[in-house]
T-cell receptor, first 113, second 113 residues
Framework: EAQVTQNPRYLITVTGKKLTVTCSQNMNHEYMSWYRQDPGLGLRQIYYSMNVEVTDKGDVPEGYKVSRKEKRNFPLILESPSPNQTSLYFC????????????FGPGTRLTVT | GNSVTQMEGPVTLSEEAFLTINCTYTATGYPSLFWYVQYPGEGLQLLLKATKADDKGSNKGFEATYRKETTSFHLEKGSVQVSDSAVYFCALVSGAGSYQLTFGKGTKLSVIP
C-alpha cells in the first residue's frame, strides 16, 4: 500500500529535550516536506527536500532541522523544543512531476511543556 | 507572494443540502489549484485539482472550476452526506517547477442527519 508513515503519532516532552519525528514514504517520491498545522493558521511549510541531500527552508524553519540521507526518509529534528512548537505536524511527499499532488502522513501531535 | 483565502467556517448543513465553499487566490504566473480534505484524526488527502483556466476538477461528487477572471476555485457538491464532514483546504502551487503548496486556512464542514 502506498503510504507516508510518521512516528510517533503522539509525543509529550519538556522544553529543551531533543526529539526526532520520523517520516518515511514507499512511493519513490523525490519531493518531501514538513508542515505544521495550528488553529486559525492553516498549514505552514517548515522544510522541504527535492531529493537526497537537497533540503531547503519553508516559511517557518526556525527551531527545526531536517536531513535527507535516503530517498524514502525525511526526519524532522527539534534540537531544543519550546512550548511554541506545540503543534500538529504533517509529513508529505510527491513526485517532482506532480508537485502539488502531495501524499500526507497521518500526523504527529507534539506537546512541549 | 502567493495567498489563498477561503470562507471561514464552521459550516453546518443538513444531509442532502447543497454545499459551496468559496476560495479565491493571489498568485504569480499560472498556478495549479487544489482542494484537499482532512477527515477527523487523519492527514490531508487530495480531493481534486485543476491545472489551467476553465478546467473543472471533480471527485466523489465534488466539483470546482478554475476561474482565472475572478481568481476563484469554489468547491461545490450537490447533495452532502454525513460522511463528508471534514475540514476542506484550498491550495495552489505557482509557477513551472514549483512544488510549494500555499494553503488556505481551512473550512470545517459538519453535516447533520
Amino acid at each position: 500500500e502506498a503510504q507516508v508513515t510518521q512516528n510517533p503519532r503522539y509525543l509529550i516532552t519538556v522544553t529543551g529535550k531533543k526529539l526526532t519525528v520520523t517520516c518515511s514514504q514507499n512511493m519513490n517520491h523525490e519531493y518531501m516536506s514538513w508542515y505544521r498545522q495550528d488553529p486559525g493558521l492553516g498549514l505552514r511549510q517548515i522544510y522541504y527536500s527535492m531529493n537526497v541531500e537537497v533540503t531547503d527552508k519553508g516559511d517557518v524553519p526556525e527551531g527545526y532541522k531536517v536531513s535527507r540521507k535516503e530517498k524514502r526518509n525525511f526526519p524532522l529534528i527539534l534540537e531544543s523544543p519550546s512550548p511554541n512548537q506545540t503543534s500538529l505536524y504533517f509529513c508529505a511527499s510527491s513526485l517532482l512531476l506532480t508537485g502539488g499532488e502531495q501524499y500526507f502522513g497521518p500526523g504527529t501531535r507534539l506537546t512541549v511543556t | 507572494g502567493n495567498s489563498v483565502t477561503q470562507m471561514e467556517g464552521p459550516v453546518t448543513l443538513s444531509e442532502e443540502a447543497f454545499l459551496t465553499i468559496n476560495c479565491t487566490y493571489t498568485a504569480t504566473g499560472y498556478p495549479s489549484l487544489f482542494w484537499y480534505v482532512q477527515y477527523p484524526g487523519e492527514g490531508l488527502q487530495l480531493l481534486l485539482k485543476a491545472t489551467k483556466a476553465d478546467d473543472k476538477g471533480s471527485n466523489k461528487g465534488f466539483e470546482a472550476t478554475y476561474r482565472k477572471e475572478t481568481t476563484s476555485f469554489h468547491l461545490e457538491k450537490g447533495s452532502v452526506q454525513v460522511s463528508d464532514s471534514a475540514v476542506y483546504f484550498c491550495a495552489l502551487v505557482s509557477g513551472a517547477g514549483s512544488y510549494q503548496l500555499t494553503f488556505g486556512k481551512g473550512t470545517k464542514l459538519s453535516v447533520i442527519p
